[in-house]
């Protein structure tokens, strides 16, 4: 988490509390846009300085002439930096590293003229990350065009308490697993249906 000694004083620390209870108010992920093929270096300057971030990124292997071999790190969601911190640490974190804005939940309402940020919960991140940890499925991401359907588990994914669900991809017959970002998109890959559990929920 960020220095309270570098953070201005119009910027909450990273530990804030409520002020009515005097609970500790945990951070939140929000949505960072970046420059393009920028991600994974804004990403490293941010874990550099403490701040938690992440990259949407999926390692595959390229063979390269000469059947040559090598494990590239591919960015999945472009233009994008995950960052976990106080919703007042972000004027520190746009002033300080090249994140241009963050993404606004145009569904909430605006109160005293600010803008509402788009926040990825705990859980969709955690299922985020596994579905970018797996090597044996096809991953992808598309900003439209799902439909939710059935909840389902995936067999051997480590997010054990995590609900997917199903998704049909526009023109394409096979079955996907896929996790919905509000105001950004959808992660998906393909799985066979011999390691999908339905779930009633």
């Known amino acids: 988490m960020l220095n309270p000694s570098d953070i201005p004083t119009n910027v909450t620390p990273a530990l ?3 002020g009515a209870e005097g ?3 945990a951070p939140k992920w929000y949505v960072g846009f970046v420059a393009s093929r920028a991600e994974k ?3 490293d300057q941010l874990l550099a300085a403490g701040i938690e971030a992440y ?4 390692s595959e292997i390229h063979i390269w002439r000469r059947n040559e071999r ?3 790190e591919r960015v999945l969601i472009t233009n994008v930096v995950f960052i976990r911190a106080q919703k007042r640490e972000l004027i520190y974190i746009l002033k300080n590293f090249p994140v241009t804005a963050f993404m606004i939940d145009r569904a909430k309402k605006v109160e005293d003229y600010k803008p509402s940020y788009a ?4 859980a969709e991140m955690q299922l985020l990350q596994s579905i970018l940890r797996q090597q044996d499925y096809e991953v992808a991401f598309a900003t439209s065009g799902f439909s939710l359907g059935d909840h389902v588990r995936v067999l051997g994914f480590d997010a054990h308490n995590e609900l997917a ?3 049909r991809i526009p023109g394409d017959d096979s079955t996907y697993v896929g996790i919905r970002f509000q105001n950004l998109g959808c992660a ?3 799985v066979p249906i011999t390691s999908l559990i339905k779930v009633r929920l």
């Open 70 to 72: 090598k494990v590239v």
């Open 41 to 43: 270096a804004v990403r």
């Open 23 to 25: 609970v500790p108010v």
């Open 119 to 122: 926040i990825v919960t705990d």
């Open 16 to 18: 804030s509390t409520d």
């Open 55 to 58: 990259a949407a990124t999926h």
């Open 165 to 167: 669900q199903i998704v």
């Open 188 to 190: 998906y890959m393909k």
